[in-house]
């Protein structure tokens, strides 16, 4: 990487030392609010401006009675929250530096109180003619002035709004000396440069007719709509989060279909939160379709079964596709014969069975979330506390993925009967289906599926990523805000997927354990893309074959190899791994020639803030990740963080915010056990 | 952040037709907002000229446009020209790296309030180097008044309303009202003087530049 | 007697308005306003008035000086910056132009050049005191002039605006900046017009009330729809609705000398805006027994 410049685009300096005292006259008590700054280099951890105050004061500094430093002070949502918390009963006023948004901002929350700018904002145009500059998401010299007029195809992309300071339209003023511009003898000309910037490019300098700047633009109205547009776009459902590209066309229509049976399978002892199932089984054995091959160890755990019939040919480490670490795996060889395990019959009517009955079934059959989290069904169907709300959920928010909605579109009535399955044993009384509004199909389907109980309101819910997390699905549904490291049941809501509770209807009604499941199958250069029925343990390599073509390994050149969405996906090493009860999907994506890496330097442009549902602050991650300090992450709540991928996806400096995270939580919960 | 729509197609077809067009679009502040579907009705019409498009974010940020071009060279190099949908932030990077090639930009670039920091607002700040949120009930009247007044209304508000846009609330009024509120209508009285437009060239050009 | 120097006196003022065409053709103009010699103590000539395009002000000022007639230079802040504004005013003063009315302007949106780059380099308040500075013989620097202007400062207030407060505010910044007298926006309430005199008395400055000819019921109800400030008592509308076609220039008349007379106890002079009618300005002046003797 050569070297760089970059600009400061601090957007405030303190006032003149003069100007703070004549305000420090005025005030009794005073309580500062200062704000961390935005667009610089994000270096140390300090803000200057505060200990310069302290300074300037000199005696009258003891009339601060309290400070705070809060991040990107302008986000209005955030911020209230922090300033609404403090109690300003002790001061009569309350000092802010930060640019003038901030001030406003903070103006505006205490309405009534004494706000004082103790800050004045940093010019950034450069050209007085053209007042106000804007630079982009990074701290590049370019910049532009929003003049919504672009001139720069007459202008051989130099803007002479910004870099002539007369911001001429229609060629030099003839002022220039040796190409410095008289204004600013620092500066070229910024027309000479225009000048051979469009000679290169073998086109001549474009004096079509006389430019003259229309100041009326943009119309007051646009501005205002598209502010309006852009608010409730912004904040519709939950604060933060984004609406990605959902590149689902490509599979939304694709009827589910069965792989082909798979060669062998490879399916882990580990498919489940909690303890891993001890193995029931040794190479050499024969087995059958739905056969236990592994028992649950303890209460958070869950047994696993066999998805095919043939003989087991390993029982070895193998790398585990969702934590990439070596765990512990039977392979087993198919014989083709699909011959079913004697435990597997058809349920007796599920109204009969008594509500521990279905429980221990749910338990045996080795149902567990199949949202990806894979926590054992049966443990969340026990509460310890009381549960007045069921919600399915049927978002699927991540790109790409349709195995949801492809059950909710061919099998409601299975759904609907699991649905009553989960009302019986919960007792519940109010349960919602909730479903992104881009799932029409899905959510017509639902609403009038004769199989639909009185009961059971299906939610349309605006597609925004994640709406599908847990913490924002209960938020929308029913309001309720599930406190800083609890779970939903604090709130008395379960949220159970809708693949999941398809599940339940499974081992119920036809006795058939978690074995196979909805697969999604998509991404670039798939030649068969899909949703298919996939048996547990079926290697991505034969997935590969089949649908991206026969690559091999050397995929991994050109592609990342995602299981689940692009989002939250867990980027696969190897094609060994096969298919776990949490596999939503397999993504391929082409790589991109700028990876994300955790080199790079965060610039504190604010954005993963700004897209963070979890409201945390994930650029202090980076930063003290970098440093090795893990524990710092403890400070900033990183065990709310629920790795949705907003932050890394939206990173300006395309910082692997996820890599920092994941590190953090280990050593959080490390800690918590210590 | 800055906002981005489609130049009026007869302003920009006939620069760009019957050229053989690499396009890259700028996704980078898609949340914020990107005029992806008209976008794509401008694409349509230019299909046949086209040999290559890609979409890539942070067009803004030189280090990854170099990586960009530097993968995509040669379809650039085949190509007679650059369309580029982007801010003018981006489009100044790209031809900046691709002096020899004509970038065309196919967008007008706007501002939305608040954006200089972190979020659409309400409110704006007009860089104007010397802060006068202390006089006025911390309101700014250089970003509220479209006159930019510095001490006191023009009094052509009516209703409370400002006559350049009825549906704006008077700023001065408004600040008159905050003053009253917090008892401090005697600010109002203090003449302040005009602003200094000569911070605006020296203060923005003494910026620090950071080597990396 | 200049128009300065009956303010000092303490006459009842009456000034007029002339409104610079849209093109060159100026004699009309001129020819309405010397039928007034005599009769009003000043004409305001306004600027580029609505923010539309027309001829300047300073150079009719000149026309009107020419012929005896006492010029008021309304200058805005809209258009120049403040190079511009000081250098217009030393040249008002060469020209023998020391009466000026400090306005911020019209938004240029609201004209016929809704395009134009708003200027707003200073404001009335701020163009007062740089008026009041050059009066000095310094410029708004601090630098030195040679030779010193002269100049007698007016400004503007609007008595019917809601809230007042901050109008009486800003009004007695201009008087500490250096205006020396007030002309008022269009008064139609008289009641309301009191209330604000009373609380505008203790400034000690004089105060012309501002007088609109109305033209018919549909100007009213436009001006009590956007015109800040202004409401046209709904009498008045039913006079002007109910007046013939013919009739309505002496409605109008009766309306405005009615306004007149009452005024003549509150305020220190009336400000006529005729709009175009300046043809019946002598006869306002009759009815409301302003016509002056020949000095």
């Known amino acids: 990487m050569g070297e760089v410049n970059l600009v400061d685009y601090t957007k405030f300096r303190l006032k003149p030392a003069e100007e703070i005292r004549e305000v420090f006259k005025g005030v ?60 300003l009963s002790i001061c009569d006023s309350v000092g802010v ?40 998401i990074s701290l590049e010299k370019e910049k532009c002035c929003g003049c919504s007029q672009c001139y720069l195809n007459l202008t051989g992309g130099i803007c002479p709004l910004i870099n002539c300071p007369k911001g001429l339209l229609n060629g030099p003023c003839g002022g220039a000396k040796n190409g410095k511009c008289e204004v600013n003898p620092d500066l070229d000309c910024a027309w000479e440069k225009i000048y051979e910037r469009v000679k290169k490019q073998g086109r001549k300098l474009i004096l079509e007719s006389p430019q003259i700047r229309d100041y009326s633009k943009p119309p007051l109205k646009l501005q205002k709509d598209l502010s309006l547009q852009n608010q409730t776009f912004r904040d519709e459902s939950f604060y933060g989060g984004f609406h990605p590209l959902e590149k689902k066309e490509e599979t939304e229509e694709k009827r589910v279909e069965s792989f082909p049976e798979p060669k062998i399978v490879t399916i882990f002892l580990s498919q489940h939160t909690g303890k891993k199932a001890k193995p029931l089984v040794k190479p050499g054995d024969k087995i059958r379709v739905g056969q236990k091959i592994g028992e649950a160890d303890g209460f958070i755990s869950s047994p696993v079964h066999s998805s095919i019939s043939g003989k087991v040919i390993s029982l070895k480490e193998e790398i585990h596709p969702l934590s990439l670490k070596k765990d512990l795996a039977v392979t087993v060889e198919n014989d083709g014969e699909n011959k079913f ?39 969340k169907l026990s509460p310890p506390k009381p549960i007045d709300t069921l919600i399915i959920n049927g978002c699927e928010c991540e790109p790409y993925l349709n195995s949801d909605n492809r059950m909710m579109i061919e ?64 938020k929308r549904i029913t309001g309720r805000e599930v406190p800083e490291k609890g779970l939903p049941l604090d709130v008395g809501v379960i949220v159970l997927n809708v693949a999941t509770v398809f599940a339940i209807y499974e081992a119920i009604m036809k006795g058939i354990p978690l074995i196979q499941r909805v697969v999604t199958v998509s991404g670039d250069g798939a030649i068969k893309p899909g949703n298919y029925l996939m048996k547990m343990g079926t290697p991505f390599k034969e997935i590969v074959e089949y649908s991206f073509g026969n690559k091999g390994e050397e995929l991994f050149k050109e592609y990342e190899l995602k299981m689940g969405g692009p989002l939250m996906g867990t980027s696969q090493l190897s094609l060994n791994s096969g298919i776990i009860k949490g596999t939503t999907g397999l993504t391929l ?25 979890m409201e945390l602050y994930p650029l202090y991650y980076a930063f003290y990740g970098k440093r090795g300090e893990w524990e710092k992450g403890i400070e900033y709540q990183v065990e709310n963080c629920i790795e949705c991928g907003c932050c890394e996806f939206i990173c300006s400096s395309k910082i692997s915010l996820l890599g920092f995270i994941k590190k953090e939580k280990e050593y959080a919960h490390n800690s918590n056990k210590a | 952040m800055l906002i981005t729509q489609i130049k009026p197609e007869e302003e920009i077809l006939p620069k760009i037709s019957l050229k053989r067009l690499f396009i890259i679009e700028c996704p980078g502040c898609e949340e914020v907002y990107f005029p992806a579907e008209d976008v794509e009705r401008f694409i349509n019409r230019l299909k046949e000229e086209i040999i290559g498009r890609v979409s890539l974010d942070y067009l803004c940020n030189r280090e990854f446009v170099k990586e960009y071009l530097r993968y995509y060279s040669k379809k650039i190099e085949e190509a007679e020209a650059v369309l580029v949908f982007s801010c003018g932030v981006g489009v100044q990077i790209v031809s900046s790296l691709l002096e020899d090639k004509p970038v065309y930009t196919a967008c007008d670039t706007l501002y939305l309030k608040g954006f200089q920091g972190l979020r659409v607002q309400d409110f704006d700040c007009d860089q104007c180097g010397e802060c006068y949120l202390n006089y006025t009930g911390g309101i700014c009247p250089l970003t509220n008044c479209p006159k930019g007044l510095l ?31 917090s008892g401090k209508l005697g600010i109002l009285k203090k003449v302040l003087s005009p602003r200094n437009y000569q911070k605006i060239i020296t203060e923005s050009l003494s910026r620090e530049e950071v080597k990396r | 007697m200049s128009f300065a120097e009956k303010l000092k006196n303490g006459n009842f003022l009456i000034t007029s308005e002339v409104g610079p065409p849209k093109g060159v053709n100026i004699d009309k103009h001129l020819e309405e306003a010397e039928t007034l010699k005599g009769k009003v103590d000043g004409f305001n000539v306004t600027d580029l008035q609505s923010s539309v395009m027309r001829l300047g002000s300073l150079v009719v000022c000149h026309l009107l000086a020419e012929r005896g007639l006492e010029p008021i230079f309304q200058i805005t802040c809209r258009d120049r910056n403040r190079l511009a504004l000081q250098s217009d005013l030393l040249s008002a003063y060469i020209l023998g132009i020391k009466n000026v009315l400090i306005l911020t302007g019209d938004h240029p949106v609201l004209g016929d050049h809704p395009e134009a780059k708003p200027v707003f380099d200073l404001d009335s308040v701020s163009l007062l005191k740089v008026a009041s500075t050059l009066a000095e013989g310094k410029d708004m620097k601090g630098n030195e002039l040679d030779g010193k202007p002269e100049f007698c400062l007016g400004a503007v207030v609007n008595p019917g605006a809601d809230p007042l407060q901050p109008q009486l505010i800003k009004m007695e910044k201009k008087i500490e900046v250096g205006a020396k007298f007030f002309q008022t926006q269009a008064v139609y309430d008289l009641g309301e017009f009191e209330e604000f005199m009373n609380k505008a008395e203790k400034f000690k400055v004089p105060i012309l ?65 005729p709009l175009g009618w300046e043809r019946y300005v002598p006869e306002v002046l009759k009815a409301s027994e302003l016509i002056k003797k020949e000095h």
């Open chain 1, 411 to 474: 099998h409601p009535k299975e759904i609907f009967t699991g649905i009553s399955i989960v009302e019986k044993i919960l007792g519940v009384k109010k349960i919602f289906i909730g479903v992104e509004d881009n799932k029409l199909e899905a959510l017509t389907i639902l609403k009038s599926s004769p199989h639909k109980s009185s009961s059971v309101e299906v939610a349309s819910l605006k597609t925004k990523y994640p709406q599908g997390a847990e913490k924002m699905l209960i």
């Open chain 1, 97 to 136: 530096i930060s640019c003038g948004l901030g001030v406003q901002f903070v103006a505006q929350t205490l309405e009534g109180e004494l706000v004082y700018t103790l800050a004045d904002s940093l010019p950034q145009s450069g050209n007085s003619t053209s007042e106000v500059g804007y630079h982009g």
């Open chain 1, 589 to 613: 994506l082409r790589k991109f020639p700028v990876e994300a890496s955790e080199e790079r330097e965060c610039i504190r442009c604010g954005r993963c803030v700004e897209v963070c549902p």
């Open chain 3, 209 to 273: 009330g501002g007088i609109v000819l109305l033209k018919s019921a549909g100007m009213a109800k436009y001006m009590n729809d956007k015109v800040a400030g202004v409401s046209v008592p709904e009498r008045y509308i039913k006079m002007m609705r109910e007046a013939k076609k013919g009739e309505r220039a002496k409605v109008s008349i009766q309306i405005a000398s009615e306004l007149i007379k009452g005024m003549k106890n509150l305020c220190q002079g009336v400000h006529i805006m």
């Open chain 1, 341 to 379: 395990d004697s435990s597997i019959k058809p349920g007796k009517d599920f109204e009969n069975l008594p509500k521990d009955g279905l429980l221990k079934m749910i338990r045996e059959k080795g149902i567990v979330g199949l949202g990806g989290a894979m926590f054992p069904t049966y443990v």
């Open chain 1, 28 to 87: 009794g008590k005073i309580f500062i609010l200062y704000c961390r700054k935005c667009y610089k280099k994000f270096e140390e951890d300090r803000v200057e401006e505060f200990d310069e105050l302290l300074d300037i004061l000199g005696e009258d500094s003891q009339k601060i009675v309290g400070s705070l430093g809060v991040d990107f002070l302008c986000n209005d949502f955030l911020s209230k929250k922090k300033i609404s918390s403090l109690d």
């Open chain 2, 151 to 181: 001490n006191g209304a023009c009094g052509g508000a009516k209703d409370g309303k400002c006559e350049v846009d009825p549906e704006a609330d008077c700023a001065w009024i408004l600040i008159y009202e905050r003053l009253k509120k």
